[in-house]
C-alpha cells in the first residue's frame, strides 16, 4: 500500500508501541495524527499531528478519524488490577468509539491492537494457533475487556467498506519500554523478584520493531483484500525459556540473579490474599502479586505464528532476540535511561 501523502490515525500514539508505529509509518511516507491524552509535545517537534483525548470521547474520536485513510487502534488501559469500570470504559467503550468513528469517517481499514491474553484460560499454551477459543477464569480485567473488544473489532469487518484484523503481540520490549523490563529490573535490584515455578516453562515475546513493522503489513493486506475478520498472533519466532531469558538480561545489566524460588501453588495463594487486601482496604496501586501473575509467570505461554507469516509477510528475524538485548543493554550502559525511536 503507497502510504505516501494519506493520514494515517494512531490512537495512543504517545505509548510505547505507538510511538515505534508511528516511525514507521513516517519512513513510509504517511502522514500521521497521534490521538492520545497527554500533550506529546516531542511528537509534535517531530512534525507528527497530535490530537489530545481519551477513546472514551467518543466525539474527539469523530473528529481526529476525519480525513483518514485508515486507523491503527493501540490504546487500552493495560495491567493487571483496577476498577472493571476504567477496563471496561476503555477497552470496550473505547474500541466500540474507534469503530464508529471509522464508520462516521469513511475509513475503509482498521488494524486493532489486541493480546494473547484474550484465549487466557489458566492453562498452559504450548505451540497453539488462532482456533484457540475466547478464554475463560480471567482473573484479571484487562484480558477480559480485550476480548470482549476484539470480538467487536473483528465482527465489524465488512460492515459497510470497513475491514478490520487484530494482532496479539506477545510480550513487547525493546528501548524505551516503560513497563514490562523497568519493572523486572527495579525488582531484581530490589531482592524483590523470584522464580515462579519450576523455572522451566517457555513464552513468546516481541520486539517492538517487529511489533510495529506488524501493523504496517496488517494495513496492507487489508488493502489487498486479505486479513479481514482475521486476528493474528506475533512473537519472535521461537518461544524463550522465560526465567533464563530474565537471567540473562540481568546479567549484561550487571545484577545479581535471582536466586529466589516461589512454588507457583505458594505464589497463587499469595496472590489470592494480596487480592482480597488490596480490595477490602481499597489500597493504591497493584498488589505485589496477583493470581493472574503468579499463572503468567510460572506456565508456559507460546504461540503459533504461522498464519501472521502466511497472510500478512511477517518475518520477526528482522528483528532478532539477541540483537535487541545487545540494544537494550548497551543504552543502559551508557546513559542508564533506554531510548525511543526518535533518539
Known amino acids: 500500500m503507497d502510504l505516501s501523502g494519506k493520514t494515517i490515525l494512531v490512537t495512543g500514539g504517545a505509548g510505547f508501541l505507538g510511538r515505534y508505529i508511528i516511525a514507521a509509518l513516517r519512513e513510509r511516507g504517511a502522514g500521521v495524527r497521534a490521538f492520545q491524552r497527554s500533550a506529546a509535545d516531542d511528537l509534535a517537534a517531530a512534525g507528527v499531528e497530535v490530537v489530545r483525548g481519551s477513546v472514551t470521547d467518543a466525539a474527539a474520536l469523530r473528529r481526529a478519524a476525519q480525513g483518514c485513510a485508515a486507523v491503527i487502534h493501540t490504546a487500552a488501559k493495560a495491567g493487571v488490577w483496577g476498577p472493571r469500570r476504567e477496563y471496561t470504559e476503555a477497552n470496550i467503550g473505547g474500541t466500540r468509539n474507534v469503530l464508529a468513528a471509522c464508520r462516521e469517517a469513511g475509513v475503509p481499514w482498521l488494524v486493532h491492537t489486541s493480546t494473547p491474553s ?3 484460560s489458566g492453562e498452559p499454551f504450548e505451540g497453539a494457533d488462532e482456533s484457540l477459543p475466547y478464554g475463560k477464569n480471567w482473573l484479571c480485567h484487562y484480558a477480559e475487556t480485550k476480548a ?23 510480550l513487547i520490549w525493546g528501548l524505551g519500554d516503560p513497563h514490562l523490563l523497568p519493572r523486572v529490573i527495579a525488582r531484581a535490584r530490589a531482592g524483590r523478584l523470584a522464580v515462579v515455578g519450576d523455572g522451566d516453562n517457555r513464552v513468546d515475546i ?20 486479505r486479513a479481514g475478520g482475521k486476528a493474528y498472533f506475533l512473537s519472535q519466532g521461537e518461544p524463550v525459556g522465560l526465567w533464563p531469558w530474565i537471567q540473562d538480561l540481568l546479567g549484561r545489566l550487571n545484577i545479581p540473579p535471582v536466586k ?19 480490595r477490602v482496604l481499597r489500597l493504591g496501586g497493584e498488589p505485589p502479586m496477583t493470581r493472574f501473575v503468579a499463572t503468567e509467570l510460572a506456565k508456559s505461554h507460546w504461540f503459533d505464528i504461522s498464519a501472521s507469516r502466511r497472510d500478512l509477510g511477517y518475518h520477526p528475524e528482522r528483528h532478532p532476540t539477541e540483537a535487541g538485548l545487545r540494544e537494550y543493554a548497551l543504552a543502559h550502559a551508557v546513559g542508564g535511561k533506554p531510548g525511543t525511536p526518535s533518539d
Open 118 to 120: 484474550v484465549v487466557f
Open 148 to 170: 470482549a473488544a476484539e470480538q467487536e473489532a473483528l465482527a465489524a469487518d465488512g460492515s459497510g467498506d470497513l475491514r478490520v484484523c487484530a494482532l496479539r503481540p506477545h
Open 206 to 225: 516481541t520486539h517492538v520493531r517487529n511489533a510495529a513493522e506488524a501493523h504496517l503489513l496488517a494495513l496492507d493486506a487489508l488493502a489487498e483484500g
Open 260 to 278: 529466589r524460588r516461589l512454588s507457583f501453588a505458594a505464589a497463587y495463594r499469595v496472590g489470592a490474599v494480596a487480592e482480597t487486601v488490596w
